[in-house]
């Protein structure tokens, strides 16, 4: 994490013949600030800017706009603070990702280590008050959203863009889990002395881990507390709700014990059919003496139903219908 070359040298030099001096970083990572950082009055990341990177740093440094984005990792003090340090580079050509779940914020939030600074965090020419949180329910059951609202106000005399961050702690879960997880965010530009009512909905989801043991996503009912603010260090209101269980389900009906299958229907060979006395019987009962045409034991290998397509005349569904249910009879 180290700037390469003598750069953190150039920097207290300049630092200390012009005390005003802002130092602007273009890193794609965090970087060691330590050498540097108590000596000047303001740092400006610019990660790996494009082609404007000129045109807009002079709008930032000049005051034309103010700034607007937050981080989205954590800077720590050092780089032995960082949750992989223990496991990276690995030994025998292999990494293990010992961190778990507890990655960025969450790490250091878990081990209560102070960042150089936070996930989320970032500064503008403007200071922001928050107020009245409050949650339209305070208990939700699952698979409800949780929607609540919030009052931002821009306190300076410039315009600026908030970044609303909303974050949520599990305080029942069953496994381990980080203190807080970011959960949603909403950016909002503001006039001097402006107040805006922003309303969030949290989707279910965001109330879920996943449970390696059950292969699912899941969330435990109980306490839960809704936190909002400026970066995960920086939470300016709190408010605690509920998820509550989901409901018992009845015990269910016992279906009553199927009934054995019929002998004999309309699906039945006609060879078996006539085979059987009873069940001749029964078919007698309903075509009379048709039972013997010749006609009938030729097609001894189909099914009346197969029989009735090829004498739709005579075998009509209704008789069909009344020759099945005499022969569903037959024990």
Same mark, same amino acid.
């Given at each position: 994490?180290?700037?390469?070359?003598? *750069?953190?040298?150039?920097?207290? @030099?300049?630092?200390?013949?012009?005390?005003?001096?802002?130092?602007?970083?273009? #890193?794609? #990572? =965090? /970087?060691?600030?330590?050498?540097?950082?108590?000596?000047?009055?303001?740092?400006?990341?610019?990660?790996?800017?494009?082609?404007?990177?000129?045109?807009?740093?002079?709008?930032?440094?000049?005051?034309?706009?103010?700034?607007?984005?937050?981080?989205?990792?954590?800077?720590?003090?050092?780089?032995?603070?960082?949750?992989?340090? &223990?496991?990276?580079?690995?030994?025998?050509?292999?990494?293990?990702?010992?961190?778990? /779940?507890?990655?960025?914020?969450?790490?250091?939030?878990?081990?209560?280590?102070?960042?150089?600074?936070?996930?989320?965090?970032?500064?503008?020419?403007?200071?922001? %008050?928050?107020?009245?949180?409050?949650?339209?329910?305070?208990? /939700?059951?699952?698979?409800?959203?949780?929607?609540?609202?919030?009052?931002?106000?821009?306190?300076?005399?410039?315009?600026?863009?908030?970044?609303?961050?909303?974050? &949520?702690?599990?305080?029942?879960?069953?496994?381990?889990?980080?203190? *807080? +997880?970011?959960?949603?965010?909403?950016?909002?530009?503001?006039?001097?002395? *402006?107040?805006?009512?922003?309303?969030?909905?949290?989707?279910?989801?965001?109330?879920?881990?996943?449970?390696? %043991? *059950?292969?699912?996503?899941?969330?435990?009912?109980?306490?839960?507390?809704?936190?909002?603010?400026? #970066?995960?260090?920086?939470?300016?209101?709190?408010?605690?709700?509920?998820?509550?269980?989901?409901?018992?389900?009845?015990?269910?009906? +016992?279906?009553?014990?199927?009934?054995?299958? %019929?002998?004999?229907?309309?699906?039945?060979? /006609?060879?078996?059919?006539?085979?059987?006395?009873?069940?001749?019987? @029964?078919?007698?009962?309903?075509?009379? +003496?048709? &039972?013997?045409? =010749?006609?009938?034991?030729?097609?001894?290998?189909?099914?009346?139903?197969?029989?009735?397509?090829?004498?739709?005349?005579?075998?009509? =569904?209704?008789?069909?219908?009344?020759?099945?249910?005499?022969?569903?009879?037959?024990?």
């Amino acid at each position: 994490m180290r700037l390469p070359g003598a *750069q953190d040298e150039l920097i207290r @030099a300049v630092a200390a013949v012009n005390p005003r001096t802002i130092v602007v970083v273009n #890193s794609g #990572s =965090p /970087i060691d600030m330590r050498g540097w950082i108590g000596c000047v009055p303001a740092v400006l990341q610019g990660w790996l800017a494009g082609q404007e990177w000129g045109n807009a740093l002079a709008d930032l440094l000049f005051g034309d706009a103010s700034p607007s984005g937050r981080l989205p990792l954590t800077f720590p003090m050092r780089l032995e603070d960082n949750p992989a340090y &223990v496991n990276y580079p690995g030994e025998n050509g292999h990494v293990r990702y010992g961190e778990g /779940i507890f990655v960025g914020y969450r790490y250091y939030d878990y081990k209560d280590v102070a960042p150089l600074f936070p996930f989320g965090h970032g500064l503008a020419y403007t200071d922001f %008050a928050y107020d009245n949180l409050r949650l339209e329910r305070d208990s /939700i059951r699952p698979g409800e959203k949780l929607a609540f609202s919030v009052d931002v106000t821009n306190k300076g005399d410039r315009e600026a863009q908030e970044v609303v961050q909303v974050y &949520v702690h599990d305080v029942e879960a069953r496994l381990a889990r980080p203190p *807080q +997880e970011l959960k949603a965010f909403r950016k909002v530009a503001l006039a001097p002395g *402006q107040t805006e009512t922003v309303r969030i909905e949290l989707e279910p989801r965001a109330l879920q881990y996943y449970d390696d %043991a *059950q292969a699912a996503w899941v969330a435990d009912p109980g306490a839960f507390e809704l936190r909002v603010g400026r #970066s995960s260090r920086d939470i300016r209101l709190r408010a605690a709700f509920t998820l509550e269980a989901e409901p018992q389900q009845e015990a269910p009906v +016992e279906a009553p014990a199927p009934s054995a299958p %019929a002998r004999f229907s309309i699906d039945t060979h /006609i060879g078996q059919i006539l085979d059987d006395p009873d069940a001749k019987a @029964a078919l007698r009962s309903v075509i009379g +003496e048709a &039972v013997d045409l =010749p006609q009938l034991r030729m097609a001894r290998d189909l099914s009346l139903r197969q029989a009735a397509a090829f004498a739709p005349q005579q075998l009509t =569904p209704e008789l069909l219908a009344t020759i099945d249910a005499a022969l569903k009879k037959v024990s």
